[in-house]
């Protein structure tokens, strides 16, 4: 059969109601192809359209769906990434009435029932579905029973069926390398508009799941267990990866840092195979920075690493239960710069119990960190999370509500939506027009002959010249 997979997400970031920053694609979609990997070991042709690499159109998919025998999307619960599934899979079905439609993610996970319906899809993968898709393809050509697929929820004759819950046991050891040829077509690595990444990058994983539990995540939801990686089965894809031609290598999983033993085995294998792939560490903990693995990091050849620090107020950490203290975030960032790397890193701005003087604080905190670039989140209490839990508890949250931001006027924060995506806005243009970071970064650019931050903060200071840097 032939698959179509379609990963819908916008390719835009959103800080204000009417304004976006068009962010072009920074990853691939992995998961995706991880499916597509299954899927062509099995014999299947797969064709994959990433939404956040180009711009798609209605021909562009009727001429894809023409040519498939199903059609596979990735499902999130972000409200412009759900608006954009839903209008795609609508299309869809539109466009062909009995195309197969099957969906999986985060929130397919999370509200299965509720995305079927949504999506108007036929089938819906409830946890991992690297190991489902080829039995759904096979029950699809009339070889198998969807009854007896674990963990579906599908329609037939207008009812929804739920099949047994079951544990996957398949090792990640175990899986097929992503294929990554179908996606070669398109360009990653782009943070705010401007591409950072050398030549030709991809992603790669080295466990799922997260041994911490953040109030505001819900990613155990979906992943309640972590499944980790050998180092041997690692490093055997980093050579395969090496030897397809890749330049840049992205690892995405939240453990990479803080798994200090394959860590060190892979970054040594790196370099002692003198692979010359630049390294991104992305969804690093702050409070696992260690000179001698960063040291390790940096031999074998990393130029980049993301942190999540959220907060730069330590209340608002604890509140968090991000384990995680300014001290320890401070150290990252210091001998992160020491190495010479790139340095993001996330931010949330308007917890449910942040004051102004808190939000501010964190802005300014941001703005005093030798940080190349910074990602501003807006607070959302995410479905099943526990804050989203003892809001739902206390009837301020409805149980059917998935991502909810914590206005004022429904008891939720200190704060309307508006005032919070304008302190979101605030502390982008505070950070990016901030004269200690354009100084920094121009003589960065000039002692390193690599401009690349620089014109990405250039693109971002496009995108904010509506309004002056503000006062706080």
């Known amino acids: 059969m032939k698959i179509l997979f379609i990963h819908p997400a916008s390719g835009v970031l959103e800080f204000s109601s009417q304004d976006f920053v068009k962010t072009g694609a920074l990853l691939p979609p992995l998961g995706i192809l991880y499916l597509a990997g299954m899927l062509e070991k099995n014999d299947h042709q797969v064709e994959v359209i990433d939404c956040n690499s180009e711009n798609i159109s209605e021909d562009k998919i009727k001429k894809a769906i023409r040519s498939s025998d199903a059609v596979g999307m990735t499902i999130y619960s972000e409200d412009y990434e759900q608006k954009n599934s839903k209008l795609i899979s609508n299309f869809i079905r539109e466009y062909d009435s009995d195309v197969p439609i099957i969906i999986g993610g985060p929130h397919c996970t999370l509200l299965p029932e509720r995305s079927l319906s949504d999506h108007k899809a036929d089938i819906c993968v409830q946890g991992r579905g690297?190991?489902?898709?080829?039995p759904i393809i096979e029950a699809l050509m009339g070889k198998k029973d969807l009854f007896s697929i674990p963990n579906i929820y599908f329609k037939k004759k207008g009812e929804i069926h739920h099949t047994k819950t079951a544990k996957i046991d398949l090792s990640l050891d175990d899986l097929p390398y992503p294929a990554r040829h179908l996606v070669d077509k398109y360009e990653y690595g782009f943070l705010h508009g401007n591409r950072l990444a050398k030549?030709?990058?991809?992603?790669?994983?080295?466990?799922?799941?997260?041994?911490?539990?953040c109030n505001f995540c819900n990613l155990h939801v979906h992943i309640p267990e972590i499944e980790l990686?050998?180092?041997?089965?690692?490093?055997?894809?980093?050579d395969d990866i090496s030897s397809k031609g890749y330049n840049t290598?992205?690892?995405?999983?939240?453990?990479?840092?803080t798994r200090k033993e394959v860590l060190t085995e892979v970054m040594n294998y790196i370099k002692n195979q003198k692979l010359?792939?630049?390294?991104?560490?992305?969804?690093?903990?702050?409070?696992?920075?260690?000179?001698?693995?960063?040291?390790?990091?940096?031999?074998?050849?990393?130029?980049?690493?993301?942190?999540?620090?959220?907060?730069?107020?330590?209340?608002?950490?604890?509140?968090?239960?991000k384990k995680l203290t300014i001290p320890q975030i401070k150290k990252a960032v210091s001998l992160s710069k020491e190495m010479f790397f790139l340095v993001t890193a996330?931010?949330?701005?308007?917890?449910?119990?942040?004051?102004?003087?808190?939000?501010?604080?964190?802005?300014?905190?941001?703005?005093?960190?030798?940080?190349?670039?910074?990602?501003?989140?807006l607070f959302q209490y995410t479905y099943k999370s526990k804050?989203?839990?003892?809001a739902v508890k206390e009837g301020k949250i409805k149980p059917d509500e998935f991502r909810v931001i914590p206005d004022i006027k429904r008891g939720l924060g200190n704060f309307t939506t508006e005032e919070l995506r304008h302190f979101t806005r605030l502390a982008y243009i505070n950070f990016f027009m901030n004269p200690n970071r354009w100084i920094r970064t121009l003589k960065n650019a000039i002692k390193f002959n690599d401009s690349r931050i620089f014109f990405q903060g250039m693109q971002m200071v496009k995108q904010i010249t509506t309004e002056k840097s503000i006062e706080i």
């Open 346 to 377: 996330t931010f949330i701005i308007g917890s449910p119990i942040e004051t102004k003087k808190q939000i501010i604080k964190t802005i300014k905190f941001s703005s005093s960190l030798p940080l190349d670039s910074a990602i501003f989140y």
């Open 276 to 321: 010359n792939l630049k390294l991104w560490i992305w969804e690093a903990r702050a409070d696992a920075a260690n000179r001698g693995l960063f040291e390790k990091m940096k031999d074998a050849g990393t130029e980049a690493i993301n942190f999540g620090i959220e907060s730069g107020c330590q209340e608002i950490l604890d509140y968090y239960d």
């Open 249 to 257: 290598l992205v690892f995405v999983d939240d453990n990479f840092i």
């Open 199 to 213: 030549g030709k990058l991809t992603s790669i994983i080295t466990s799922r799941g997260c041994a911490y539990r």
């Open 229 to 238: 990686r050998s180092s041997e089965n690692i490093i055997k894809e980093i």
């Open 130 to 134: 690297d190991s489902l898709i080829v």
């Open 387 to 390: 804050f989203w839990k003892d």
